[in-house]
């Protein structure tokens, strides 16, 4: 192959792996702002009913019109302005849980793997536990107990949420146990939590990332099937999840009223998907300095 | 003679396996003096290893425990220290290196930071100072443009470059011991000679005094001063390396050095020792040595030989000499 070729194709390779960076976080970062903006930039209120018209199609098919670009659902209300609240509630139910979630697995997971012994057993019996439970079942108890609201939506899907991270992060840190860098490290004088926070955390950060991101899908969709149930977050506010649901019935006429949060759910995930990738590849001092 | 800064006296090592108690080091006893390297040799196997990992009290837990003995370095007891107060002394006065270059440096940080972590856990000196011992121990290690390289990745040297660098770790801050488990058998064989020839230069110029584990004769003849034969769980010769050559008297020393390949000689028949060592489980009742040893006697069968001193600080544990 000529010189030319190979720095072509290093070229194509470098301006996809920034187009794989630029597009999701802007993807990202636009919903963010739409979030924060909602109130400016919605034609509607989110939860103004007009039975007068309703299920009207988007404006791009027969039927539709301008004024409800995205359509409207059951009750009238705009679909385009209750997806761009609903970011707030998704985007935000799913930062938080992400967050709470990762941190408690992550500490425990590295507990449990690197001392192991008595506290690891304990450790990880309390995570089969929590992986056993139905988590629907106890985040309903929960909304019974201390009544639907956003705290409640994030303590429930938090509450069993660490138990996958705890299992995956206690696995690799029992690997890293074992490695000769951490006996190296022994070797120099340093204390366990030393071990644990500067020589096994950021070794493990690789599969952390992966899970979180493809964990973002998952927690938008427990908060949707939460709300379903009625002890997600009470339904005058909108969340993609809900939205979701409240067109499944209507799905082969109606479509539009579940796709356009649906899509919103996809764009998240799949952003979320690649950022992680990018993040993964930039953490890793093999691939840094390409 | 310059004076001794590692006294191992009765030191019993045990495992707590489910096949039984395993006494993988069974009254080890030697010393190493300032600026010496006292070479420990033995098959696989026979407790070389958990002989450096009980002196640095890393021993893998809760299997492994050091159940008698005394390790006294300069003077201090290290059975007697408390946790934190070992963790002090790792680094500081003892210090190891291990046989994989591969894979004991940690992929994430460079190998500067790696180094200054050592510097930073033991003395408490600004960033700037941190750099200067980072790159003093580098050059101590005869590590090229030490002041670019300290930027560099584990992933980004060979093999032979990244055994300097944990040697540099192992240094940084200037340990009165250091034990060396076979860093020389991942390397090939003309980094190993390299390595060898750096080692006695460090020394020269540190005299720390050097444990060096191996199993490899040419490695002894080159690098000790002494060396103490294992077998089984115990040391079963010590002696000058050259008095240990030109005369072993045990047979287990011997036959190893007779088992080293050599160019010199017509026969081209190596010899090997018939047998394999004892099951560590299940020791034989006399001289460990007994199943295998060509000359062996009655007295072999029924009673363990006890260590002789025959002069010139040559001793032996086998019932011929006695």
Sequence with gaps: MSGKGIEGSLRRAKIFQQLTLYIPAAVLALLVLAAIFAPFLAPYSPTKTALGQRLIPPFFIEGGSTAHLLGTDTLGRDILSRVIFGARVSLSVSLLVILITSTIGTVLGIIAGYLGGRTGTVLMRVTDVSLAFPA????????????????????????????????????????????????????????PLRIMVRHIFPNIINPLIVIATLSVGLVILTEAALSYLGAGIPPTTPSWGAMVYDGRSLIDTAWWISLFPGMAIGLVVLSGNFLGDWLRDKLDPRLRQL | MSKIILQVEGLHTVFFTRQGVVKAVDGVSFYVREGETFGIVGESGCGKTVTGLSI????????????????????????????????????????????????????????????????RLHQNLKDDAVEKEVISALRLLKIPAPEMRLHDYPFQMSG???????????????????????????????????????????????????????????????????????????????????????????????????????????????????????????????????????????????????????????????????
């Excluded at chain 2, 500081?92 to 190998?111: E, F, G, K, R």
């Design chain 2, 56 to 119: 640095l009290r890393l021993l893998p837990e809760p299997a492994g425990r050091i159940v008698g003995g005394k390790i006294i370095l300069d003077g201090k007891n290290l059975l007697e220290l408390s946790k934190k107060e070992m963790r002090e002394y790792r680094g500081s006065m003892i210090s190891m290196i291990l046989q994989d270059p591969m894979t004991s440096l940690n992929p994430v940080y460079t190998i500067g930071d790696q180094i200054a972590e050592s510097v």
């Design chain 2, 160 to 322: 032979g470059m990244r055994q300097r660098v944990v040697g540099a770790i192992a240094m940084s801050c200037h340990p009165r011991l250091l034990i060396a488990d076979e860093p020389t058998t991942a390397l090939d064989a003309t980094i190993q000679a390299q390595y060898i020839a750096l080692f006695k230069d460090v020394q020269r110029q540190t005299n720390v005094a050097i444990v060096f584990i191996t199993h490899d004769f040419g490695v002894v003849a080159q690098m000790c001063h002494r060396v103490g034969v294992m077998y089984a769980g115990k040391i079963v010769e010590t002696a000058t390396t050259r008095e240990l050559f030109k005369a072993p008297r045990h047979p287990y020393t011997s036959a190893l050095i007779n088992s080293v390949p050599r160019l010199d000689r017509k026969d081209n028949r190596l010899y090997s020792i018939e047998g394999q060592p004892p099951s560590m489980t299940d020791l034989p009742r006399g001289c460990r040595f007994f199943p295998r040893c060509s000359v062996a006697r009655d007295v072999c069968r029924e009673q363990e030989p006890g260590e002789v001193d025959i002069g010139g600080e040559h001793s032996v544990s086998c019932w011929r000499v006695s």
């Design chain 1, 136 to 191: 629907i079942l106890i985040a309903i108890l929960l909304a019974v107990v201390l009544g639907p609201s956003f705290k409640t939506v994030v303590l429930a899907i938090s509450i069993l949420g660490w138990a996958p991270y705890a299992r995956l992060i206690r696995g690799e840190a029992l690997r890293l146990r074992e490695a000769d860098f951490v006996a190296q490290a022994r070797i120099i004088g340093s204390s």
